[in-house]
């Protein structure tokens, strides 16, 4: 199993990021209100039908969220010209945006997340390797690993991602950068347990939060599970 040294001093906040893919796209500002008390981010997942093979949110809608909601929106682009939406998502009040390493012309990308004003934020598939990302650790507030492969929510967690984040958490130590490390994917009461003895500190969660009956429940069933974790590691 994938352990991390963390002191528990310098130990990077643990929060979920529930995932709106998997709220009812009819009452998203009933979904946002329901699960608002118990964290400060909202995870928001905008795909192109390029990069994965599905279609969702657009900046009309993040913008209409952003109306309703002082929750930090944490805009995932599984977009293949991440380059031509930075800004109008920025525009619609996205607080972070994390782009796909594999996209590309990742140092531009990151260039122009900071110019916006954004946090930046840089995704893994799970096929990716650690050396994709490790050239970027320090120009970045964020890596997510993603734990199942994009597109869908609802599939099943990839444990053999667990090293990957171990040494992105390591190397993020080693450098002394306090990195935020997100998972996404298949993450409930009982893998976010893995994930956060790994080294991951943000939580997606879509279908464990929202496919529930108590959403907010979930959130803090979800947060208690990793809590709980990190106050058993060695510092
Ligand atoms: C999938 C998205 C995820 C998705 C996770 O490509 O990036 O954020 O909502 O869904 P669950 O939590 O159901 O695996
Ligand atoms: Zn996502």
């Given at each position: 199993m994938a352990t991390v040294d963390t002191a528990h001093s310098t130990a990077p906040t643990l929060r979920v990021a529930p995932?709106?893919?998997?709220?009812?796209f009819g009452s998203l500002a009933a979904a946002v209100d329901g699960i608002s008390p118990g964290t400060d981010w909202l995870h928001v997942d905008v795909m192109?039908?390029?990069?994965?093979?599905n279609l969702t949110i657009g900046p009309p809608v993040v913008a209409s969220l952003r109306a309703h909601s002082d929750l930090f929106f944490d805009t995932h682009l599984m977009i293949t010209d991440p380059a031509r939406y930075l800004e109008p998502f920025r525009d619609a009040g996205a607080d972070g945006c994390t782009v796909h390493v594999?996209?590309?012309e990742t140092a531009a990308l990151i260039a122009q997340m900071r110019d916006l004003g954004l946090r930046v934020g840089l995704a893994a598939n799970p096929?990716?390797?650690?050396e994709a990302i490790e050239p970027f650790l320090e120009l970045i507030d964020l890596v997510l690993c993603m734990t199942i492969f994009p597109g869908f929510g609802g599939q099943h967690f990839m444990a053999e991602v667990l090293p990957k984040i171990t040494r992105v958490r390591t190397a993020a130590l080693a450098a002394g950068l306090t990195l935020d490390i997100e998972v996404d994917g298949g993450i409930d009461e009982r893998t976010v347990v893995d994930v956060t003895r790994a080294g991951a500190n943000v939580f997606v969660a879509g279908t464990a939060v929202f496919?529930?009956?108590d959403p907010l429940g979930a959130v803090g069933g979800i947060l208690r599970a990793a809590t709980d974790e990190r106050a058993g590691m060695a510092p």
């Amino acid at each position: 199993m994938a352990t991390v040294d963390t002191a528990h001093s310098t130990a990077p906040t643990l929060r979920v990021a529930p995932s709106i893919l998997a709220a009812d796209f009819g009452s998203l500002a009933a979904a946002v209100d329901g699960i608002s008390p118990g964290t400060d981010w909202l995870h928001v997942d905008v795909m192109d039908g390029h990069f994965v093979p599905n279609l969702t949110i657009g900046p009309p809608v993040v913008a209409s969220l952003r109306a309703h909601s002082d929750l930090f929106f944490d805009t995932h682009l599984m977009i293949t010209d991440p380059a031509r939406y930075l800004e109008p998502f920025r525009d619609a009040g996205a607080d972070g945006c994390t782009v796909h390493v594999e996209v590309g012309e990742t140092a531009a990308l990151i260039a122009q997340m900071r110019d916006l004003g954004l946090r930046v934020g840089l995704a893994a598939n799970p096929d990716t390797p650690f050396e994709a990302i490790e050239p970027f650790l320090e120009l970045i507030d964020l890596v997510l690993c993603m734990t199942i492969f994009p597109g869908f929510g609802g599939q099943h967690f990839m444990a053999e991602v667990l090293p990957k984040i171990t040494r992105v958490r390591t190397a993020a130590l080693a450098a002394g950068l306090t990195l935020d490390i997100e998972v996404d994917g298949g993450i409930d009461e009982r893998t976010v347990v893995d994930v956060t003895r790994a080294g991951a500190n943000v939580f997606v969660a879509g279908t464990a939060v929202f496919n529930r009956e108590d959403p907010l429940g979930a959130v803090g069933g979800i947060l208690r599970a990793a809590t709980d974790e990190r106050a058993g590691m060695a510092p």
